[in-house]
């Protein structure tokens, strides 16, 4: 089974930037498709934004415009560049690989939005 490994939460002040990281444990390819999640307290997890085989992206609203996944296939990562950050995208943070109807699942990282 993969191993997902997040990196680069932590705290931010609302409007600024911070970048996480997802080191997979073997060839992102794979897999259908890299994503990241989030949750926070008490609501139930929700997709954040995808990336595909073919790098073609898939966002939420919430995250259009200000987020940004990436992929580096020779790296086996995948990253979310999130910017314009608010209070509300305050939550865990969780990396996603999914094969057919297959989901594998990291720790997550938490994301604290707050001044």
């Known amino acids: 089974q993969v191993q997902l490994v997040e990196s680069g939460g932590g705290l931010v002040q609302p409007g600024g930037s911070l970048s996480l990281s997802c080191a997979a444990s073997?060839?992102?390819?794979?897999?259908?498709?890299m994503g990241w999640y989030r949750q926070a307290p008490g609501k139930e997890r929700e997709l954040v934004a995808t990336?595909?085989?073919?790098?073609?992206?898939n966002y939420a609203d919430f995250a259009k415009g200000r987020f940004t996944i990436s992929r580096d296939n020779a790296e086996n990562t995948v990253y979310l560049q999130m910017g314009s950050l608010k209070p509300e995208d305050t939550a865990v943070y969780y990396c996603?690989?999914?094969?057919?109807?297959?989901?594998?699942w990291g720790q997550g990282t938490q994301v604290t939005v707050s001044s």
């Open positions: 073997e060839n992102i390819f794979n897999f259908n498709a």
């Open positions: 990336i595909n085989v073919g790098g073609i992206t």
């Open positions: 996603n690989a999914r094969l057919l109807s297959k989901s594998n």
